[in-house]
């Protein structure tokens, strides 16, 4: 029986001994990949490729039924994540925030201003009550459904009417 576990003991030890210390190396493994979808929404893509040693390059981008779009051309490396960006969705100005260039063709529109009407102010009783609120979220391009969320929240407050 002793030499049972003397034999058990040292298999053991000489399996660890020989995983002990022991690194696997893996060998680089490049890699390419991209798609393109084009649909009654629009169009969509991306394009990537990395060298196995922690280079990427990619883009991706979207036109919608609108003509709106947006192309991002991305670099990942040694030196971080720097992405250029051309679009012409509206509210975009040219500007370089966080290492980012943007390059937008948008129209800006002159500024609209909204007339302001000023009423007499007329003390009514206040009721505080509860008032029933919708939320709607819509799904991305590419659903045919969109979810309605209800919920009943409880506002304290001037309800009038």
């Keep these: 029986m002793i030499s049972k576990v003397f034999l058990f003991v040292a298999f053991c030890s000489v399996v ?7 690194h696997e190396h893996h060998h680089p493994q490049p890699y390419k990949f991209g798609y393109e979808i084009k649909d009654h929404h629009g169009s969509q893509h991306r394009h990537e490729h990395g060298d196995g040693h922690g280079h990427v390059q990619g883009s991706y981008g979207f036109t919608d039924h609108r003509g709106i779009h947006r192309e991002v051309h991305y670099v990942a490396d040694h030196q971080g994540f720097r992405a250029t960006v ?20 948008a129209h800006h529109a002159a500024p609209h201003h909204v007339p302001q009407h000023h009423e007499k ?19 991305p391009h ?8 209800h919920h009943q929240a409880q506002h304290h407050g001037h309800l009038h009417g």
């Design 142 to 149: 590419g659903h045919q459904h969109t979810q309605v969320h």
């Design 16 to 22: 660890y001994a020989s995983h002990h210390g022991h």
């Design 86 to 105: 051309k679009t012409n969705e509206p509210g975009t100005a040219n500007q370089d925030p966080a290492h980012v260039k943007l390059h937008s063709n």
């Design 121 to 139: 102010h007329h003390h009514q009783p206040q009721h505080h009550g509860h008032q029933q609120v919708y939320h709607h979220q819509a799904q």
